[in-house]
């Protein structure tokens, strides 16, 4: 059973506009979120992370919103560049547990920037 | 320079045959972990280690095997015994009071 959902498998957006990311989890004790940027056979590289008591972080053009009644993130990317055309993965971690400190994965979302 | 390396960055496997992956990090960090990505697929957590000389089992931990004799360093051991080892293979660290995990570059992995 997924807890960390990306639904959709990929996004197209037009260079210059914004590009909205959406993760959903099913796991209420997670309470940091991250993003993963990650290129065709290379490592995921860390983007932006919100703790849970925060429902907004900003880093540059990237920013995460969280909505924990709805357990929800958005990454949104303000404007979109060709460079940033990736799989972007959304992750999660729990405070609680013997796993404490591991990473949830989603399948990520593939995002293509069209110039 | 500090980051986490792996090698090599193609690994072939031929049938009945173990291979080992390395993964070495200079970050000082205290837990690392192992990841196979299978294409569509999410990362999938395969072994981490907390500490040196102890290590946990993952999702997926059958026909792997791993050590953490050194901090610095977790190879990861695909075994004869997975049968589907044709992956992309992925190494984190982490610091002990973070949250945040860093990915080294990856190993793939073909069966000849």
């Known amino acids: 059973d997924q807890q960390v959902k990306q639904n959709s498998p990929s996004l197209s957006v037009q260079e210059g506009r914004i590009s909205i990311l959406n993760c959903d989890y099913t796991n209420s004790m997670f309470d940091y979120f991250l993003w993963y940027k990650k290129y065709p056979a290379e490592g995921p590289t860390f983007l932006i992370s919100i703790s849970s008591i925060k429902d907004k972080n900003e880093d540059g053009r990237f920013t995460v919103f969280l909505n924990k009644s709805a357990k929800h993130l958005s990454l949104h990317i303000v404007p979109s560049q060709p460079g940033d055309s990736a799989v972007y993965f959304c992750a999660a971690s729990a405070l609680y547990g013997g796993s404490q400190g591991n990473l949830i994965f989603g399948k990520g979302t593939k995002l293509s920037v069209k110039p | 320079d500090g980051g986490i390396t792996q090698s090599p960055k193609y690994l072939f496997r031929k049938e009945g045959q173990n291979v080992t992956l390395s993964c070495e990090q200079n970050?000082?960090?205290?837990?690392m972990y192992w990841y196979r990505q299978d294409p569509g697929q999410g990362l999938r957590l395969i072994y981490y280690?907390?500490?040196?000389?102890?290590?946990q089992k993952g999702d997926i931990a059958e026909g792997y095997s791993v050590s953490r004799e050194k901090k610095e360093s977790f190879p990861l051991t695909v075994t004869s015994a997975q049968k589907n080892p044709t992956a992309f293979y992925l190494c984190a660290s982490r610091s002990g009071g973070k949250k945040t995990q860093y990915f080294g570059p990856g190993t793939r992995l073909l069966v000849l």
């Open positions: 970050l000082n960090h205290d837990a």
């Open positions: 280690s907390q500490i040196v000389n102890d290590f």
